[in-house]
């Protein structure tokens, strides 16, 4: 891949700015931990556990979540050529919220193969999110993305009203449990939960890196894309099946974390411009970079008590979001 | 003659039960030039739409290089057909050059990286559309003329032996049309390259096209040279409606403006 001086300065930034977010951030937080305590875990038990089985496991989920996110926005925005596709604006993130709800709800808890019912429970429901949108699409010709994004939130609506039905009808423990976890937040104990991502992240991004080609193509058009040779069926299938995974193994773990996926493709198309091969790189770096700073943020700014990391991406993504529309419109 | 490089076969297609296209047949010659012609909704764009199969589920036969459509991959069959879409308005800020290099898309596979015979036939395709200037340009900076000229850049690059182009000049100005009709006909002329073209200008398909090919109604009207179809009130049957005719200054005949 030929990279200009300038790519390849941003996308050099991005790696190392994201090495050390993920290097600095378990040292900070309600409070400091030195590298001699880090390193010394039968002198300094507590320091030790924290630092290691709860602040760097958390870093990575968050850098990790962050990633596969920003990819995902990115793959919506190309795939629907409009700039407020996003996993949430297209209710994708509610079906895998109502898979996650209904597994927690059923007691799917068990581990199948490493990865958590709840974590297949939500990856099924993006899936089933992204098939009734995609469906839409195909409904009839001339679906603007517009009328799509506006399926989007009445199917988002439609999955958020049955997911309170599913809380309606569950246990005390239950209940509490899908509430916390529809708040979005990273809390995490111990290497498993940034170990099940991985391999959603892994195969997700790994088609997608593949396929940047294509996706530089379908950003030009369908028409355009097919008569260049791209099979466009097969790739969209591909893309949509990357981007469930994504969304669905993260919202699995994480909860919904909105914005990520609208914000950080658009701040990198500024950066690096709109090709594919070198956008979803710095899309997936900026991602991760982005969540981490987001997280360690949430969890200090009023230490002891946490903002759930999700309040602080929207606190900037509404106005993002509407600086956007009106930029769009404005076109 | 020689073997046909397109050969459509009793085509018919409909979007659900309405027919758009009914029983049509056309041969097309190896760097012949065809212009497309008749009323909206005749079903000219979705021809040749069928051709690159971007509508599935027509009924007939389309022979590609005598092998039948379904044989090809879409990126086997897009080095044999390059399709210029009309411009749906949207841009993106993809360089003029990056724009132009993913006509090369059938000749790579997914790990190959661009080689010298690639950016050649890059270098190339911006030549002869004239956008040696432009290459760096971002695209959605480009204007009207420039962004058709652009599009019919890309699918030189694609080098494929047919180009298939929907209204190439419709919402051009006099100007601008000529320079893309240029373009055209150097590639015409200097690579052999077969043009099937889509158009309302009646007097472009007369002046530039071998052979014309009217449809009516999803049906074929008329298939011949091009002066054939100002005779027998063809013409006004196309159209329902009369035309004045003279004689261009260069000899041949010409539909008068109202």
């Known amino acids: 891949m030929n990279l200009s001086k300038r790519e390849s300065v941003i996308l050099l930034g991005l790696l190392v700015g994201g090495f050390l977010i993920v290097l600095v951030a378990p040292f900070v937080g309600m409070q400091a931990i030195s590298i001699e305590h880090v390193l010394d875990g039968a002198k300094f038990p507590v320091d030790y556990d924290i630092f290691w089985h709860v602040r760097v496991p958390r870093v990575l989920l968050a850098w990790l979540a962050g990633a596969a996110l920003a990819l995902a926005g990115m793959t919506f925005q190309s795939l629907f050529r409009n700039p407020l596709a996003t996993p949430f604006t297209l209710g994708i993130a509610s079906g895998a919220s109502l898979g996650a709800a209904i597994a927690i709800r059923l007691g799917w808890t068990v581990l199948w193969l490493g990865v958590s019912g709840v974590s297949i429970a939500a990856f099924v429901g993006a899936l089933a999110s992204v098939l009734l949108v995609f469906g839409l699409t195909r409904l009839r010709r001339g679906f603007s993305s517009g009328t799509l994004l506006l399926a989007g939130v009445a199917v988002g609506f439609f999955f958020s009203s049955v997911i309170l039905f599913v809380q309606y009808i569950s246990s005390f423990s239950e209940s509490y449990r899908i509430i916390r976890w529809l708040m979005g937040g990273l809390e995490v104990v111990g290497m498993d939960a940034p170990l099940s991502l991985l391999p959603f992240l892994v195969v997700g991004a790994g088609i997608i890196f593949y396929l940047t080609r294509e996706l530089n193509l379908l950003a030009t058009g369908e028409d355009m894309a097919a008569s260049r040779g791209v099979d466009v069926k097969l790739t969209r299938q591909l893309l949509f099946f990357a981007t469930s995974l994504l969304v669905g193994g993260v919202v699995a773990l994480c909860g919904p974390i909105g914005f990520v996926g609208m914000m950080c493709p658009h701040i990198c198309r500024l950066l690096v411009g709109p090709n594919h091969r070198v956008l979803a ?5 900026f991602g991760g970079l982005f969540l981490t700073i987001c997280d360690t943020f949430a969890r200090t700014v009023i230490a002891p008590a946490e903002i759930p990391v999700g309040v602080i991406t929207a606190l900037l993504g509404g106005p993002f979001f509407l600086w956007l529309l009106v930029r769009v419109r404005s076109v | 003659m020689s073997e046909p490089i397109v050969d459509v076969r009793g085509l018919s297609f409909g979007y659900g039960t309405a027919p758009v296209l009914t029983d049509v047949s056309c041969s097309i010659a190896a760097g012949e030039r065809l212009a497309i012609v ?46 210029v879409p009309q411009a749906d308005g949207r841009m993106f800020s993809f360089t003029v050059r990056d724009f132009v290099a993913m006509g090369r898309y059938p000749h790579l596979s997914a790990f190959t990286a661009r080689r010298a015979h690639d950016e050649a036939a890059i270098d190339r395709a911006l030549s002869r559309a004239g956008l040696d200037a432009l290459a ?20 030189i690059a694609q080098e494929a032996a047919v180009l298939l182009l929907d209204e190439p000049t419709t919402f051009l100005d006099p100007r601008h049309q000529q320079e893309v009709e240029g373009v055209l006909a150097n590639l015409h002329d200097e690579c052999n390259v077969t043009l099937v073209s889509v158009t309302h200008d009646l007097n472009r398909a007369l002046r530039h096209a071998d052979r014309v090919l009217a449809l009516r109604g999803g049906r074929v009207h008329y298939l011949g040279a091009p002066a054939g179809l100002l005779e027998a009130g063809r013409l006004e049957a196309l159209f329902g409606r009369t035309f004045a005719l003279s004689t261009h200054p260069d000899g041949g005949p010409m539909i008068l403006p109202d």
């Open chain 1, 281 to 285: 790189v710095a899309t997936a770096l």
């Open chain 2, 38 to 83: 008749g009323p909206n909704g005749a079903g000219k764009s979705t021809l040749i739409k069928c051709l690159v199969r971007l509508v599935a589920g027509f009924k007939g036969e389309i022979l590609v290089q005598g092998q039948p459509l379904d044989s090809y991959s879409q990126r086997a069959l897009a080095r044999v057909l390059s399709y």
């Open chain 2, 136 to 155: 760096s340009r971002p695209m959605d900076q480009l204007s009207g003329g420039e962004r058709q000229r652009l599009f019919i850049a890309a699918a």
